[in-house]
């Protein structure tokens, strides 16, 4: 699979840091990266995000950092709005080597330097490191660029080299291997998934889908992923159901069926062999 790679701070005021807004109906972005780093904080949506080869949920009051070259997508469609009908986002863009560069004529950057070492494999922020930094990056999105801009992005800096309140989201051995003619056939593929994995997806409808025969398609997809193509559909839909688990709104034995899963003892299976523990016991321990 070959994720767009895209130039983010091309043609911005300044090549070292760049801030962006997202005020939209939804979230749809190709599956695509990046030399900058980005984090990004989700003001108001939720749906369905793929960071390297970790896909999970995504909701309102989400904080992310991704390393550079490391692929995403955020998705969701109209059936994901809430009331207000708009999702929104910020985000702040780094790059790495011009940072470095620029940080390196004042002080040493070795603690810099193991951050975004550690920000490949995606980072999830949590307690009150998150509050901190949603509260500087909202400060640094709305202000043009100057000397204070500069100074809160040092700010948000020191944080992220100080704090241990996050979660790394891909696995330690994650790499990518893409040709260059993968992006639109990965991207449908992935999109089509997380619009339809509530009910049952026949493998040759989706090599339809990538105009492959079923054979090709399942060695091509687990060759461009490192998943099998049930599995990437299984990791969708456990997603999905830790959401629903989490909202306490539905019993186990429904949340199974809205997540695609044609048995109770089928989804236990398969949540238990994704997540380590069984759905019953993951709800046990969001509610301690």
């Not at 889908?209 to 990437?232: E, G, P």
């Given at each position: 699979m070959k994720p767009i790679f895209t130039k983010i701070l091309e043609g911005s005021e300044i090549a070292t840091f760049a801030t962006k807004e997202v005020c939209q109906p939804f979230f749809s972005t190709e599956f695509h990266f990046h030399s900058a780093c980005q984090m990004t904080y989700i003001v108001q949506s939720d749906g369905?995000?793929?960071?390297?080869?970790?896909?999970?949920?995504?909701?309102?009051?989400?904080?992310?950092?991704?390393?550079?070259?490391?692929?995403?997508?955020?998705?969701?469609?109209?059936?994901?709005?809430?009331s207000t009908g708009l999702s929104r986002s910020m985000a702040l863009y780094v790059e790495p080597k011009l940072l470095l560069a620029v940080l390196g004529q004042l002080f040493?950057?070795?603690?810099i330097e193991a951050f975004l070492t550690a920000s490949k494999r995606g980072l999830l922020f949590r307690g009150e490191t998150k509050q901190?930094?949603?509260?500087?990056?909202?400060?640094?999105?709305?202000?043009?660029?100057?000397?204070?801009?500069?100074?809160?992005?040092?700010?948000?800096?020191?944080?992220?080299?100080?704090?241990?309140?996050?979660?790394?989201?891909?696995?330690?051995?994650?790499?990518?291997?893409?040709?260059?003619?993968?992006?639109?056939?990965?991207?449908?593929?992935?999109?089509?998934?997380?619009?339809?994995f509530t009910k049952e997806i026949p493998l040759d409808q989706v090599a339809t889908l990538a105009n492959m025969s079923k054979h090709s398609f399942c060695r091509y997809f687990k060759s461009r992923t490192q998943k099998t193509f049930v599995q990437f559909v299984n990791e969708v839909r456990v997603s999905e159901s830790c959401r629903?688990?989490?909202?306490?709104?539905?019993?186990?034995?429904?949340?199974?069926?809205?997540?695609?899963?044609n048995s109770l003892s089928n989804f236990n299976k398969i949540f238990k062999s994704i997540k380590g523990i069984t759905p019953s016991r993951y709800r046990s321990h969001i509610q301690r």
């Amino acid at each position: 699979m070959k994720p767009i790679f895209t130039k983010i701070l091309e043609g911005s005021e300044i090549a070292t840091f760049a801030t962006k807004e997202v005020c939209q109906p939804f979230f749809s972005t190709e599956f695509h990266f990046h030399s900058a780093c980005q984090m990004t904080y989700i003001v108001q949506s939720d749906g369905k995000r793929i960071i390297g080869d970790s896909i999970d949920s995504f909701s309102t009051d989400e904080l992310t950092f991704v390393g550079p070259d490391l692929p995403h997508v955020w998705h969701n469609d109209s059936s994901n709005q809430d009331s207000t009908g708009l999702s929104r986002s910020m985000a702040l863009y780094v790059e790495p080597k011009l940072l470095l560069a620029v940080l390196g004529q004042l002080f040493k950057t070795h603690k810099i330097e193991a951050f975004l070492t550690a920000s490949k494999r995606g980072l999830l922020f949590r307690g009150e490191t998150k509050q901190r930094l949603k509260h500087k990056l909202e400060q640094i999105v709305h202000l043009d660029y100057g000397f204070k801009k500069t100074i809160l992005l040092l700010e948000i800096l020191e944080l992220l080299i100080t704090t241990d309140e996050y979660e790394y989201l891909s696995s330690p051995g994650y790499t990518h291997n893409y040709s260059s003619t993968d992006n639109e056939k990965i991207d449908r593929i992935f999109k089509f998934v997380f619009n339809n994995f509530t009910k049952e997806i026949p493998l040759d409808q989706v090599a339809t889908l990538a105009n492959m025969s079923k054979h090709s398609f399942c060695r091509y997809f687990k060759s461009r992923t490192q998943k099998t193509f049930v599995q990437f559909v299984n990791e969708v839909r456990v997603s999905e159901s830790c959401r629903l688990i989490t909202e306490n709104k539905l019993q186990i034995t429904n949340i199974a069926f809205a997540c695609g899963f044609n048995s109770l003892s089928n989804f236990n299976k398969i949540f238990k062999s994704i997540k380590g523990i069984t759905p019953s016991r993951y709800r046990s321990h969001i509610q301690r």
